[in-house]
């Protein structure tokens, strides 16, 4: 008794398990008719079980012609008979997709992120005057704030324009500048402020509701 038992890692490969090893059983057997008239009416019969066994995608456009792929692909493409849509191939199923090119971004100053080039470039490309000068302060502020972040401790402003002149390729020099940026501290503040206030709503939104029977009567 113990000889009979078969295992399913000794078993044929389902080539679509969701439809189980009795359908593919009985492609394979249409596969063995001899007459093309038999297969066919075989191919029916199946097509037909393969639908009551996916009733969800009954209402997925072109139902039936997914039906007919998918036999075809148990079949190996090995089954000779007419079907009432365009065969697939073997060799269309088994094409890959060309690899995707990703962005390769290897900044210098990665704790900057990639968007503050975008925007330096930017900047670079509007015209001379107050627009732009704040345009490249609020740049400059937003770059020691990423640098806060990366480093907790104080920079100077003269590095973070170094930065940026490096970064601009030497378009924007604000090294002989007497504006200075944003203080360190105030950065800071409103971050941590920011973080608080996210605390503070979820908090109110988890807060659990009271019970009328609970409260207390006098």
């Known amino acids: 008794m113990i000889d009979e038992l078969e295992y399913n890692t000794e078993r044929e490969h389902l080539i679509i398990p969701e439809y189980g090893r009795h359908m593919q059983k ?3 057997y249409a596969k063995t008719r001899e ?3 038999e297969r066919e009416k075989l191919a029916k019969s199946i097509i037909a079980v393969m639908g009551n066994l996916q009733p969800h995608l009954r209402d997925v456009p072109d139902f ?7 036999f075809f692909i148990m079949a190996n493409f090995e089954l ?4 009432p849509y365009p065969k697939p191939s073997k060799e269309a199923l088994e094409e890959h997709p060309e690899p995707l090119e990703y962005p390769q971004n290897f900044p210098k100053y990665r704790f900057y992120g990639n968007n503050i080039k975008t925007m330096i470039d930017v900047a670079n490309t509007w015209e001379e005057g107050d627009l732009k000068e704040a345009l490249i302060y609020t740049i400059a502020n937003h770059m020691k704030k990423c640098f806060l972040n990366w480093n907790k401790d104080t920079v100077e402003d003269e590095v973070i324009y170094n930065h940026l002149y490096e970064l601009s390729e030497g378009k924007i020099n604000l090294k002989n500048s007497e504006e200075d940026l944003s203080d360190a501290s105030s950065l800071m503040r409103a971050k941590t402020k920011f973080s608080n206030t996210s605390n503070v709503s979820k908090k109110a939104y988890h807060k659990k509701p009271i019970n009328n029977r609970q409260r207390k009567r006098y």
């Open 26 to 28: 009985m492609i394979n």
């Open 35 to 37: 007459t093309k008239e």
């Open 64 to 70: 039936q012609h997914k039906l007919w792929d998918q």
């Open 80 to 83: 000779d008979v007419d079907s």
